[in-house]
């Protein structure tokens, strides 16, 4: 018998309360234009955000295109530049061929989707990113969880498996902590069994690999038949949207049977525009990628030496540990009052349930400003949070 309520949405005011209760509830801050912030936050890794060259050819892109695309990718929603975007990718990372979405979280709906189904295996690494964990769900595939960064727990369930076909996924950088995954190992397992890969580059593109290609590059994947990559373009790339690289039989088969791609409106033009400056702009200045590591290195370092639980960066992503939800927050707005702005992990958006500081390296960040950063963050740490 189902009992019938006056008020169909009071369960959303007791989950809220719950929420508060527990130190979890979230919160939208507005970001002025002018704010003094010293930005540790945001994941403009390699600094280009509000660099002319970005910002012109987006405006460039807008004044010759249009506000937007206008539909579709399959009926109007794909421009010159598009073209040009996708070429100019894959070229960078080495892949064959690339196909650009509305987001990173729809490149990753779409692999995922299109390349498995029911009858088919995704085996997913357990730390993996929500956008992968929602594509494994979307797929109707066999879902089986690996460890975490273990090859032998991927190899075990790829080696039980009766699907004839079966894809591995694993982030390559995981955006939590900054710790990379074994992805030569992986691919090794994969070939041993017959299976796909398909890598979430979101932040390793600009990061790691030559010149800044990316994670699949820097573990000699670039190009390979059987890897797949997913990249974000509002990371390194300054921008929004996001884009699948790989084969280019995988690619024309996205086109035919991604349902992010074919029911989606394309990516506007100024985006398209503002990413092409920014894969322009790294590929003429290949050292950005190794500063940007570097600053990450040095967050961590000197984090470590004051005694916090700092993570050893494998990119750009530095993660500090706070003693609780309730402590990670206040930490964070303690940090923010002296105009450090800090990113703050909580559950359920860590998935081992420790809060944590988020801190994301820059390109364009100068070593007194690193210093002054862990000057904030050691003078407003909570009791517990040192080791």
Partial sequence: MTIATADPFAWIDTAAETRRRAGLERTLRHRSADSDLLDLASNDYLGLTHDPRVTGAAADAALRWGGGSTGSRLVTGTTELHGELEAELADFCGAEAALVFSSGYTANLAALTALTGPGALIVSDALNHASLIDGCRLSRARIARATHKDPGAFRAELAARDEERAVAVSDAVFSVDGDAAPLAELARVCRDHGAALVVDDAHGLGVLGPGGAGATAAAGLAGAP???TTVTLSKSLASQGGAVLGPRRVIDHLVQA?????????????????ALGALRVLRADPARADRAREVARSLADALQAEGLRASDPDAAVVSVRAPSPEAALAWSLDARARGLGVGCFRPPSVPDRDSRLRLTARADLTDSQIAWAVSVLTATAPAGARR
Avoid: E, K, Q
Avoid at 262 to 273: Q, R
């Fill in 226 to 228: 059987d890897v797949v």
């Fill in 258 to 274: 991604a349902r992010t791609f074919i029911f989606d409106t394309g990516l506007a033009p100024s985006a398209v525009g503002a």
